[in-house]
């Protein structure tokens, strides 16, 4: 682990990244939603959108992708992202900032390399190996875990058995909290796949 610590203060110049103009999280889907439209439209099976989700159900995050086709890997697409995401139940604005970007630490680890993976469509998790090598995290602003949070997530890089992504972390005000970066192993069991 490679940790750096400074101190807040003002600054002259302030610059961020726009946020993406998405649909606020009231207007996305849940992912069980997702699971019965797809299961209604006989997208996937009856098995298949028990097990999405119960996965999905699983984690202890709740998490709305802005396009749903984006989870699905039926197809394949760009490997970028965006989804809103936050922690399942209440942390507190009392407790101290290091658990909540400790919660988004996890949070955020969950959906990087798996951007990778929309390019190969269709696959199955079966096939798949995927692990972390490194996960980097730089932190802009206060936030907190349990607040909406908007995740945009872009492969920049995948070959040789490893994958490249990064990632933007928006709260709900459009305020860049925390930018990410996530290199991993990265393989199928077709290796032309990747």
Request: glycine fraction near 6%; include cysteine; hydrophobic fraction near 35%.
């Amino acid at each position: 682990m490679q940790a750096s610590f400074k101190l807040e203060e003002s600054s002259p110049t302030n610059f961020q990244l726009q946020m993406p103009d998405v649909p606020p999280p009231e207007d996305v889907q849940t992912h069980e939603e997702v699971f019965d439209l797809l299961r209604e439209n006989d997208v996937i099976s009856e098995k298949q959108s028990k097990f999405g989700r119960d996965w999905y159900g699983s984690f202890p995050i709740m998490m709305k992708w802005v396009d749903p086709a984006d989870f699905m890997y039926l197809e394949p697409r760009q490997p970028k992202r965006c989804l809103w995401m936050k922690a399942k139940g209440h942390i507190g604005a009392d407790m101290d900032q290091n658990t909540h970007k400790c919660c988004i630490g996890y949070m955020s680890d969950l959906f990087l390399l798996q951007t990778s993976f929309q390019q190969v469509a269709p696959l199955k998790f079966s096939e798949v190996v995927a692990a972390s090598l490194d996960h980097s995290m730089w932190f802009h602003a206060p936030c907190r875990a349990d607040e909406w949070l908007l995740f945009e997530i872009q492969t920049e890089h995948t070959g040789g058995g490893r994958s490249l992504c990064h990632g933007r972390i928006w709260n709900r005000r459009g305020d860049l909290v925390i930018s990410v970066a996530q290199e991993g192993v990265l393989r199928t069991k077709t290796p032309s796949k990747l």
